[in-house]
């Protein structure tokens, strides 16, 4: 209680200091929204960075930022409302709007927690195999030491005191080398003339036109194809799948669950209603906006509409798509069942026959991974930079969010096993679920160090499917729900915001939830391939999830506008 008298204190002193003395007090204590950005700044930001970075240039440095902004909307409006009531969200929105909602909400946490564990033990071990060490140490050896880190760092969280300071501390410094450590990159190619700042800058003004026609530099070469409205339209799609992998690893659902809790374990109340604003700017925002703008720099100059880097042919599977080809393959093998030598001679011949142009746009649009960065790299940044620097950078992206991946889980397993007694922050009912959370910590870090059985092929498809749809399709969902609940007599009473502050809410909150809710379903319906529907093959039932994802979207919506509505008429 001692400490947070003492927040009190410090935060009625910068009340009465200017803005550059208030936020120094502020940076001082913030601390939640270091915990967004340690997990906000892992495997899946760095490839949407670098996707954006390859597909489209410069063009769209704006993406980013704009999902970060939409998504800070929703989170200061998930701290006001918790630190307006005090209280759980969860139980809040099962009593005062719909535990569909609420129940929704917590599994689709602990799914993600559990699935995206994966790719980021994946992408800490190739950094420590690849950039900094050596392949030749075991991956089990380092899946151990990641996940004894990770419990570790967790066991400081969950202890209180000066361990929780340490926690704040290490995940703030985790972040800041991520961030200071792709600066360094960027720095480096700065100097030695790979950069044009000039498009950097320009590349900051929206151009919405990219969601739905191929970046500019695409122009030339795709009139010199063979078939420049497959091109487009083939362009088009990728470079949309890019954009929705972006804009949806900004903020995930996750991230709206861990937010509320760790304002509660911190024991922040009414008065630090403006710190966490500041918080979430000063420590999600600036450094997310710092480490993404840095990679898609990186990847821009280094991959956009170049192919030096790649082995001859290395898109060749994209030529099978051309429509011309393709109908050639479909004919071939009515007529010639069972015949395998003989349609890959035809597939060699056919392909071989096309213009130039057609070969360099398939090998334009391979996917490139960290790695591959780091080498193309070296030769403008040096060794040291290109590999240790990068690698170190990647690494930490890795490790603060198996850390925080593993506590959202942890937190998430008390909530809903722990029983009503449990209050975040209390000692006496925290010591009874202290096992539920390191339970939970566990089975996140335990699913993310098997990545090399569960998350390859058929079965990475198998599970990142479902869970990337059943959590994009309720980002809206968390978003809508608490816009309603910033609405709420009920819930909020006198702290519910009035006049111009209840309509500048409820502009900016709709506005996010609008472009959210427009991105999932664009996604979803651009991932449901009516297609594939023909035959019960296992492909075949991945591609029906969607369809299940946007229906669980409108019926969510329905029950939740429809219980907001009759409870609040029993409020009143």
């Not at 001082?28 to 970075?53: C, D, E, N, V």
């Not at 530099?217 to 487009?232: C, E, L, M, N, R």
Request: glycine share 10%; charged share 15%.
């Amino acid at each position: 209680m001692k400490e947070s008298k003492d927040e009190l204190a410090q935060i009625e002193e910068a009340s009465r200091k200017g803005p550059l003395g208030k936020a120094a007090i502020y940076t001082k204590l913030s601390g939640p929204g270091w915990l967004q950005s340690a997990i906000t700044l892992g495997g899946g930001s760095l490839a949407g960075a670098l996707y954006l970075g390859v597909i489209a240039g410069y063009g769209l440095m704006w993406l980013q930022p704009l999902a970060m902004i939409c998504g800070i909307i929703m989170l200061s409006a998930i701290a006001y409302v918790t630190l307006s009531t005090g209280r759980k969200p969860l139980r809040q929105i099962n009593t005062h709007l719909s535990p569909l909602l609420g129940w929704s909400w917590v599994v689709a946490t602990i799914m993600a927690n559990m699935v995206w564990a994966m790719p980021q033990f994946a992408l800490a071990t190739a950094a420590i195999q690849q950039n900094l060490f050596s392949e030749r140490i075991p991956t089990s050896t380092i899946v151990i030491l990641l996940f004894a880190t990770a419990l570790f760092v967790n066991h400081l969280y969950q202890s209180g005191g000066r361990g929780a300071k340490a926690f704040d501390i290490i995940i703030k410094l985790m972040v800041g080398l991520i961030v200071i450590s792709f600066f360094a990159v960027v720095i480096t190619l700065t100097t030695s003339g790979n950069i044009n700042w000039g498009e950097i800058f320009g590349g900051f003004a929206p151009n919405f036109s990219l969601l739905f026609k191929p970046a500019a530099g695409f122009a030339d070469i795709i009139a010199s194809s063979s078939d420049p409205t497959f091109w487009k339209e083939y362009i088009a799609d990728v470079q949309r799948d890019r954009i929705m992998t972006a804009f949806g690893t900004a903020v995930g659902i996750n991230m709206t669950w861990l937010l509320p809790y760790s304002l509660l374990k911190k024991r922040w109340g009414k008065k630090h209603r403006g710190l966490s604003i500041f918080d979430l700017s000063i420590g999600l925002f600036i450094p997310f906006f710092l480490a993404t703008t840095c990679v898609v720099i990186a990847a821009a100059s280094s991959f956009h509409l170049k192919t030096g880097d790649l082995d001859p042919g290395a898109g060749a599977a994209t030529l099978q798509e051309i429509p011309a080809i393709e109908q050639s393959i479909g004919e071939f093998k009515k007529q010639n069942p069972g015949d395998e030598k003989g349609l890959e001679l035809l597939i060699a011949s056919s392909t071989k026959a096309l213009p130039v142009a057609d070969h360099k746009l398939a090998d334009m649009l391979v996917g490139r991974d960290a790695n591959s960065l780091a080498i193309t790299l070296e030769p403008f940044a040096g060794e040291t930079v290109s590999q240790k620097i990068f690698g170190i950078g990647v690494l930490g992206m890795a490790l603060s969010s198996i850390i925080i991946l593993m506590l959202m889980n942890g937190v998430a397993f008390q909530e809903v096993f722990g029983g009503k007694d449990y209050q975040p922050g209390e000692k006496d009912s925290a010591s009874k679920t202290k096992k539920l959370f390191f339970i939970g910590c566990g089975v996140s870090g335990l699913a993310g160090g098997c990545f090399e059985l569960l998350w390859s092929g058929q079965s990475r498809a198998a599970l990142a499917i479902p869970t990337s749809v059943i959590g994009g399709s309720l980002i809206p969902i968390a978003y809508f729900t608490f816009l309603l609940m910033m609405n709420s007599k009920k819930i909020l009473g006198d702290s519910r915001p009035t006049g111009r502050k209840r309509l500048l809410w409820n502009v900016l909150m709709a506005a996010a939830t609008v472009i959210a809710s427009f991105g999932s379903v664009w996604v979803l319906i651009g991932k449901a391939n009516f297609d594939k529907w023909k035959g019960m093959t296992p492909d075949s039932w991945l591609s029906v999830i969607p369809v299940v994802g946007l229906f669980i979207l409108v019926v969510l919506f329905v029950v939740g506008t429809l219980t907001f509505i009759a409870k609040e008429r029993k409020a009143d």
